[in-house]
């Protein structure tokens, strides 16, 4: 499931250049106005009964349409954190690329984290994870994930993966994506061995290369794809 609090959004970094909810041949394109949508409330919507409309034991993928640390959300995201509190029974799940945000975004009861939220950080290439993830890692997040999406170039995140729970990666979808390589994907899923993390091969994106050849990928066979490598090493986590 998914929850977008808040619409529009606008590039951070190299990663955006194609965005495939905001770039200039997705459907959103120029929606760079930050809006509350009427979902804004969604986690604590009741009915007739006084009951959750979303019940306990759901995945809430978070503002993965937009992103949770922009600025201009800053009073409506303290809002959104005491729903968050409020729900514990709900695991919400919160990507970023404005990881640098972090500390100037949090609610006076955060201490060490909250235990219902992982929070992903994405870096498509090796000078966004240098930057990114070691702030990352000094933050107090009790659970932490990373998203290499799109993977734009083969990325060392080895000295960075203690601590993380979970890497996904996925290539670029859009008519003038970028290349995703395999042999950058296989790279980062022995890191994850290496280390212990759970890996999940999201997607191919729409520019894919594997054993030199060099493909174009129908956006609605990109995912079916890459899962029929059978790469991904998830144990029992549950795919979001």
Known sequence: MNWEPWTGCYPISDG???CYFYGPHAKRYGQNTIEKTDKFDWPIRTNAKGEYNIKGGKILATCFATDFFLPEADEWRKEVWKMI???QDIEFLILTKRID???ESLPDDWGDGYGNVNLGCTVENQEMADYRLPLFLSYPIKRRFIACAPLLESIDLSKYL????HVTVGGETSRFARECNYEWVLSI???CISSNTTFWFKNTGS???RNGELQKINPFKQTSYAKELGINILGDRRLF
């Open 16 to 18: 955006c250049r194609n």
């Open 85 to 87: 509190h409020q729900r």
């Open 101 to 103: 945000r972090f500390l």
């Open 162 to 165: 203690h601590g993380i729970e």
């Open 189 to 191: 899923r022995e890191q």
């Open 207 to 209: 520019l894919f290369k």
